[in-house]
Structure formats: structure tokens, C-alpha cells
């Protein structure tokens, strides 16, 4: 199945993708957004969540970006599926992360 397909497996607002990233559905799994006041809370939640997942390492930097490979490196036509996908799982946390934050938090 291709990259771009429908999810594989889906289940308590998170979904797993054939190519092996997770979406998190975080206004599914965590009831209240982050306000001023639950900070404390908030974030125990959240690393617990992204720790369960296995995608603690995109936030606090124990799972760096791959170096891309130069084009020269690759096969002809071919893509850096390692880099690619690894940028991808990133800003699919950094949404997960955006859903959960009440709008007075929102970049603006």
C-alpha cells in the first residue's frame, strides 16, 4: 500500500499507517486542552502518552533527524524514505502537540 494511503489500523483516537507512522488524535485521548492553570498535569499526561507510543525521542531530542542523503547517493529515482518519513512522524507529533493546547496557548 502506498505512503499516502487510508490507515492500516485505527483505534482510541490513534491511528497506525501502513508505512509505519502514528497519528495521534490527542483531542480524543486527552479530554481537557492546555490552559494557563493544568500545565503540571498536562505535560505528565503527554510525555506518558508519547512515551507509551514510543515517540518521546521527536520532542526532547533522543531520536534526531536523519541526515538526508545527497541525491548522488541514491538510487536513480529513488527517494530518502528514512528522512522522509522521519520528518513526516515529526509534524504529525507537533500536531498531536497543537490539537492539545487551549487557543490562549496557539501560535498566533
Known amino acids: 500500500m502506498a505512503a499516502d494511503k487510508v490507515p492500516a489500523n485505527v483505534s482510541a483516537g490513534t491511528t497506525y499507517l501502513d508505512n509505519g507512522l502514528i497519528y495521534i488524535n490527542s483531542a480524543a485521548i486527552l479530554s481537557v486542552k492546555l490552559t494557563t492553570t493544568n500545565y503540571s ?33 541514491r538510487r536513480s529515482g529513488s ?3 528514512v528522512y ?20 490562549e496557548w496557539l501560535p498566533r
Open 41 to 73: 498535569g498536562r505535560r505528565a499526561q503527554f510525555k506518558a502518552l508519547l512515551r507509551g507510543y514510543g515517540l518521546i525521542g521527536y520532542v526532547d531530542g533522543s531520536k534526531p533527524c536523519p541526515v538526508p542523503l545527497p541525491p548522488r547517493k
Open 79 to 81: 527517494r530518502d524514505t
Open 84 to 103: 522522509e518519513l522521519w520528518k513526516r512522524q515529526d509534524q504529525l507529533v507537533l500536531l498531536a502537540i497543537l490539537t492539545s493546547l487551549s487557543e
